[in-house]
């Protein structure tokens, strides 16, 4: 590996950044990382997630899943706002991803076109 | 799939679901012998003997197995269309190898793609989990290691958006390097 110190350099720029974040749950993007999933171009969109929230600054958790059966509508993304319910997003392109995060992230609005499910997760 | 290193997100998965917390990859490209392999090995659970022939057999319509043998068995078809062959070597307990061969200039050979972007995905959804990345080619290799990189960061986590951007600035030079002078 090269340029360790320019890690070196990074994780004390990101740490004084980690200072000032609050405690508070941080909302969670979920993608679907099955094998459909990603033939039907997954990491795409993950890329276009990761894209957007460092555009914007956001403090999100970007996670994965496994198969979960809705094939037909990959690739999926689940947004999770903090007391809110889970809220499925399938046959998505990377400029539906800018949609639900401006709209439903930052915004508060689930995208009612591109929502397939909802869960209630009992506000988890 | 249209790129190996999609293959590889997907093997991965396996390995993953397998509850693996270190997973190596290999890849070779051997120009002179006209062969690329592909290593994907992990420390998970592992499959039992009598079972490793039903996992990569599509039909197999316990939903369990299925889940992990629809991928491979694409990826073992992805090698032999280009005159190649996978096969999976496993011990329970102790973790699982794939291992997959292709014919290079084969006119049927799926390209390698995207392979950054592949560990960086893997990286930013599993940060918990360690990979070593090696790559040979022609003799020239370099080694990428997720748990040099966490002894590096200390407390700060490695999926936090500089870091995920520098590794794959990273990556992306190493590979250059790599196949510097050669293309
Ligand atoms: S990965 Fe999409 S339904 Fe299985």
């Not at chain 1, 059966?69 to 689940?78: A, F, R, S, T």
């Not at chain 2, 997720?146 to 407390?155: F, M, Q, R, V």
């Amino acid at each position: 590996m090269k340029s360790l110190e320019e890690l070196r350099e990074l994780r004390s720029k990101v740490q004084k950044d980690l200072e000032m974040r609050s405690n508070s749950e941080r909302p969670k993007i979920i993608i679907g990382m099955g094998t459909c999933g990603i033939a039907a171009g997954a990491r795409k969109i993950l890329k276009a997630v990761m894209k957007e929230i460092d555009k914007r600054g956001l403090d999100v958790i970007v996670t994965q899943t496994g198969c979960i059966g809705m094939c037909e509508k990959e690739p999926l993304l689940d947004v999770k706002m903090p007391g809110k319910d889970r809220v499925t997003y399938g046959n998505l392109t990377p400029a539906d991803v800018k949609m639900i995060i401006v709209e439903h992230v930052i915004n508060g609005n689930v995208v009612e076109d591109l929502a397939i499910a909802r869960f209630d997760e009992g506000g988890n | 799939m249209r790129e190996l290193s999609l293959h590889i997100l997907d093997i991965v998965q396996n390995s993953i679901a397998a509850d693996a917390d270190l997973i190596k990859l290999i890849i070779r490209e051997d120009i002179a012998k006209n062969l690329l392999i592909i290593v994907i090995e992990d420390n998970g659970k592992g499959i039992e003997s009598e079972d490793i022939s039903r996992v990569v057999d599509p039909f197999v319509t316990s939903r369990k197995t299925r889940e992990v043998g629809l991928g491979l068995s694409l990826f073992r078809e992805a090698s032999r269309r280009s005159k190649g062959d996978m096969k999976i070597e496993s011990e329970p307990g102790k973790g699982t190898r794939i291992t997959a061969y292709f014919e290079y200039n084969n006119i049927d050979r799926v390209p390698l793609g995207d392979i950054v972007g592949t560990i960086v995905a893997l990286i930013t959804t599993n940060p918990e989990i360690d990979f070593i990345y090696r790559h040979v080619y022609e003799g020239r290799e370099f080694v990428f290691s997720t748990e040099e990189i966490k002894a590096e960061l200390g407390d700060v986590s490695i999926n936090e958006y500089p870091v995920l951007n520098w590794i794959e600035k990273n990556l992306n030079e190493e590979l250059r390097d790599l196949y510097g002078g050669d293309l």
